[in-house]
C-alpha cells in the first residue's frame, strides 16, 4: 500500500494524507472502535509535521470518520448505514450491502383489532385485526433501529409461519409471488425515549431518525405500514439531486 506523500503534488500534504488515512479506513486496516497510531507515530511514518497530521485528522473528525477522545486518542467510529431514497430495500438488505451481517431479536408479533390509524393507512376495514411485529435491528450485533411493521391480515398470516427473528419480509412475500411496487417514505428527527434507548444501546434523549414507510403492492393496494427509529450514529440517508 503506498504510504508516501509527495511535497511536490499540487494537493496540500494535509489532503494527501487525508485521502490515505480514508482508504486506511475504508479497507479495515483502520479498525472501526480502535484506536489509530499517535500523532507521533504518524508523524514518523510519513515525515510531516505535527501540524500537517493534526490538519488531516481535523477533516475526518468533521467528515464524521473518527472520534477525538479525552485521554485515549482518536478513535474511528463504526461506518454507518446508508439509506438511499431512490430505492426501495429493507433494512437486510442494506446491512448486507454494506458486508455487513444482518439480524433481528424479535420484541413481539400478534394480531391486533384496536390499531385505528395503522389499519386506515392499510386500507383495512375496520372489523379485520392486522399483523403487528415489533424487532429491533441489528448489523454485526450492534443495534441500529427499532422497527415497528404492520400488514394486513392475509399478509400476516404468511410471515407468522416463518421465524421472525430471521424473515426478511421481502424475500418472503416475493416467494409467495407478493410484490412490492412503490413506497412513499416520510423523515423525521426524534428523541428517544427510556425504553428505545435500553433497547438501541444509547442514552435516553439521544437523537432517532424516524422512518414512516407505506408500502404499495403491483395492485397499487398497501401492503405495509412501517415505522422505523435508527440510531443517528448508526445510519443516515443519502440521494441524489440533479438540476
Known sequence: MNTKVNPNKDLALYLQLKELFIDRIHNGQWEADKLIPTEQELMKEFDV?????????????????????????????????????????????????????????????????????????????????????????????????????????????????????????????????????????KIAAINATIDEADALGIRGGEALLEMTRLSFGVNERPIEYTKTKYRNDQYHYSLELKR
Open 49 to 185: 509535521s505535527r501540524t500537517t497530521i493534526r490538519q488531516a485528522i481535523s477533516i475526518l473528525v468533521q467528515e464524521g470518520l473518527v472520534e477525538k477522545k479525552q485521554g485515549r486518542g482518536t478513535i474511528v467510529k463504526p461506518r454507518k448505514l446508508s439509506g438511499n431514497l431512490s430505492q426501495l430495500k429493507g433494512f437486510a438488505e442494506e446491512v448486507l450491502e454494506r458486508g455487513q451481517v444482518p439480524r433481528s431479536k424479535l420484541i413481539r408479533a400478534e394480531f391486533k383489532s384496536n390499531l385505528h390509524h395503522e389499519k386506515s393507512m392499510l386500507e383495512v376495514k375496520d372489523d379485520e385485526p392486522i399483523l403487528l411485529i415489533e424487532r429491533i435491528r441489528l448489523a454485526d450485533e450492534i443495534p441500529v433501529a427499532l422497527e415497528r411493521t404492520c400488514w394486513p391480515k392475509e399478509i400476516g398470516e404468511i410471515l407468522m409461519k416463518h421465524n421472525l427473528d430471521e424473515a426478511r419480509y421481502y424475500e418472503i412475500l416475493e416467494n409467495y409471488n407478493i410484490y412490492l411496487n412503490r413506497a412513499s417514505e
